[in-house]
């Protein structure tokens, strides 16, 4: 089964900062990704699918990159409402596997 | 407006049994593929079922098959989750997720998501 592994896990930043969440995924060969946003007490929000495509509604601020098995996460200037937390998530073989969250919290 | 609305989540002893519903609306839901994602308390998200349009394709994690069975009533706008042989692990927050269907394909990214119904498994 692929495994997607997400660094950090916790990461503390500032109003303004620019921040990378990047995922990895155990096998390389699938070159697309979705991430979801997800604020305390609510459910997950699509944010970008098929690696670098934003959702009708979210932010230019957020963007996707990567192909097999590197993908990555910006942020270009961290607004109040981003602080959340972000997951990956790939479809191999008709089978989601999610990462295991980052944590962006307010420095 | 899309909307999916869970319920049917409750206490239940281990090896029980439990029957989630999700009701759509906003969307023409017999046309769209819709899925199962399920949350532990303070954990990250498990995918745990899918299934087509139609209802004539299913899929299941690893974790869950052959104990869960998804079905659909499109009459109703209506997704549901037989959970049987219930364990300790089970127990989440169980949201309904609508799949985009964008590439054409069954599965693929989670476009709108209820607000989940709560599953607790303990004796």
């Known amino acids: 089964d692929i495994q997607l592994t997400q660094s950090p896990s916790f990461l503390s930043a500032s109003v303004g900062d620019r921040v990378t969440i990047t995922c990895r995924a155990s096998?390389?060969?699938?070159?697309?990704l979705t991430w979801y946003q997800q604020k305390p007490g609510k459910a997950p929000n699509l944010l970008i699918y098929?690696?670098?495509t934003l959702q009708s509604g979210v932010p230019s601020r957020f963007s996707g990159s990567g192909s097999g098995p590197e993908f990555t996460l910006t942020i270009s200037s961290l607004q109040p409402e981003d602080f959340a937390t972000y997951y990956c998530q790939q479809l191999n073989n008709n089978q989601y596997t999610f990462g295991q969250g980052t944590k962006l919290e307010i420095k | 407006e899309v909307q999916l609305l869970e319920s049917g989540g409750a206490l239940v002893q281990p090896g029980g049994s439990l029957r989630l519903s999700c009701t759509a609306s906003?969307?023409?839901?017999?046309?769209?593929?819709v899925s199962w994602v399920r949350q532990a308390p303070g954990k990250g998200l498990e995918w745990v079922s899918g299934?087509?349009?139609?209802?004539?394709?299913?899929y299941y994690a690893d974790s869950v098959r052959g104990r869960f069975t998804i079905s659909r009533d499109n009459s109703k706008k209506t997704l549901f989750l037989q959970m049987n042989g219930l364990r300790a692990e089970d127990t989440a927050l169980y949201y309904c997720?609508?799949?985009?269907?964008?590439?054409?394909?069954?599965?693929?990214?989670?476009?709108?998501w209820g607000q989940g119904t709560l599953v607790s498994v303990s004796s």
């Open positions: 098929d690696t670098s």
């Open positions: 299934i087509s349009g139609s209802g004539s394709r299913k």
């Open positions: 906003g969307f023409t839901f017999g046309n769209s593929a």
């Open positions: 997720a609508k799949i985009s269907g964008r590439d054409g394909n069954i599965l693929g990214d989670l476009d709108s």
């Open positions: 096998q390389g060969t699938n070159r697309y």
